[in-house]
């Protein structure tokens, strides 16, 4: 069953129930209502009815004059109008019929009375012959006939037809409000579920690939705009993070194509100075010093990058890296000391006025310094100076490599960071392109980040910023 429909049964289904409780509990409290009024009758007509039927048993009223009217009856009383149909019996101490009167211009139908009745007491009792009820008083005689037993029973046929016309009125009523509840329950449900229908449409579209779709409405006035927010928000998180895969998958994409290029490369030198060796038999125009020595240089080639390649692995494991204390400032001390022994012609400068201590692993740490400066050694042409400075700064460490090149060029500043990206001809030099992606990873590892501009009076300037121990 769909959602419309189950609210529509369970609206009509909760409202049939309180109508049904609503009509038991008028018809209870009307039928009581009817049947105490005519007990009220029955219990206020029988001085009357006595009166009547002492008359008609020929019983001596005592001090009438003629035998008619109430003038000298020792009861006295005013005289009560009886109900058209009313039977009445004037009962001895033995329960014996002394005489009855029917208040009826024709012969109806008697009650199937008793034997012997209770004074004072109510009942209700079957029709002597055919359907119908009586309802039946007893009350004791006063006056000439005292000791007797005056009984008066009147028909229920008027109190059961206004039953039956209150069921009846009740119930087309009932069913003319269900009915009308059921088709404004629909109209109404119909309008207030179309933006889930709208929903559900837009959803179907969606799993169908295209998560550029949103749904509405979208606000926080009702339920139904809270949940299409939610589903909007869910959806944008949703496109965001397979943006993201994509990308990532791009990126993984390249990065393999990338590190396939790169062992190749050395893969090909070696195998290519193999065959030359072992085609020339004879060894007259090999040179064998400069093949072996080629084929060591391409073999270590291929394994500093496969060393870069295994570090960065490890790095994106996200793992705790270690934590000791490291003074950035004394890795800049021995990247300077190495960097002037590599090139004794550069100006390698540090300024270092104070301790600047992280925690991490000191290895990593050491080798993303070391790759700066590297990065700036290769990249920079020769004799340019190289400024490092190691400071903290509103409690944060601050490591900056400066050197004075000609700098980078915007794209070259969105990409310094990528694997295997290398930047123009403009900056000399060559390599795999891993080096300052290494220093971006390490620096994330502990915490930070690794960024890039160029300065004011020229060259590039890389800073790795980390929290202070």
């Given at each position: ?201 837009s959803a179907a579209s969606i799993s169908a690939g295209d998560l550029s779709q949103r749904v509405g ?85 291929m394994r500093t990058l496969v060393e870069d390649l295994l570090l960065l692995a490890r790095v994106d ?122 220093v971006a990873a390490i620096a994330a590892e502990h915490g930070g980040e690794a960024t890039v501009t ?16």
């Open positions: 069953m769909t959602l419309r429909f189950r609210l529509v049964f369970a609206l009509v289904a909760l409202t049939t129930v309180g109508l049904a409780v609503f009509g038991v509990t008028t018809y209870s409290l009307y039928a009581r209502t009817e049947h105490q009024r005519v007990d009220d009758t029955l219990r206020s007509s029988a001085l009357s009815v006595g009166r009547d039927l002492d008359e008609k048993a020929g019983i001596d009223l005592g001090g009438r004059p003629d035998g008619k009217g109430n003038a000298g009856d020792p009861r006295g009383g005013p005289t009560v109008l009886v109900p058209v149909g009313t039977y009445a019996e004037l009962r001895d101490a033995n329960d014996k019929v002394l005489t009855a009167v029917e208040y009826a211009a024709v012969t109806t139908n008697q009650p199937k009375l008793a034997k012997h009745l209770s004074v004072g007491t109510f009942r209700t009792v079957d029709a002597a012959k055919g359907s119908g009820q009586w309802r039946v008083y007893a009350a004791a005689a006063t006056g000439p006939a005292a000791g007797d037993t005056v009984v008066i029973a009147i028909p229920l046929g008027a109190v059961e037809s206004s039953l039956h016309r209150l069921v009846l009125i009740e119930t087309i009523a009932a069913l003319s409000l269900l009915l009308l509840l059921a088709a404004g329950a629909w109209v109404v449900l119909r309008r207030g579920l179309q933006p889930l229908e709208t929903m559900a449409e409405p979208s606000d926080d006035r009702t339920e139904v705009g809270q949940l299409g927010l939610a589903l909007n928000t869910m959806l944008d998180e949703i496109e965001i993070a397979f943006r993201e895969r994509e990308a990532t998958e791009r990126r993984l994409r390249q990065f393999l194509a990338d590190a396939s290029h790169e062992l190749r490369t050395p893969l090909t030198s070696i195998q290519g100075f193999a065959e030359l060796f072992r085609l020339d038999t004879t060894h007259e125009h090999v040179d064998l010093p400069v093949i072996l020595r080629r084929i060591e240089e391409e073999a270590a080639r494991q996200a793992r705790t890296p270690e934590q000791e204390p490291v003074d950035l400032a004394v890795l800049a001390a021995d990247a300077c000391s190495d960097a002037v022994a590599t090139d004794p012609e550069r100006a390698v400068t540090l300024s270092a006025p104070n301790p600047v201590v992280v925690r991490g692993d000191s290895d990593h740490l050491r080798q993303a310094v070391a790759n700066l400066v590297a990065n700036a050694l290769r990249h920079t042409p020769s004799g340019t100076p190289i400024e490092l400075d190691a400071r903290v700064v509103d409690s944060e460490a601050l490591l900056t490599v400066r050197d004075h090149g000609p700098g980078l060029d915007t794209e070259a500043l969105h990409h310094a960071f990528d694997r295997f990206w290398q930047a123009d001809a403009a900056r000399a030099g060559s390599g795999v392109g891993l080096g300052l992606s290494i160029n300065a004011p009076d020229g060259g590039a300037a890389f800073t790795i910023t980390l929290p202070v121990a």
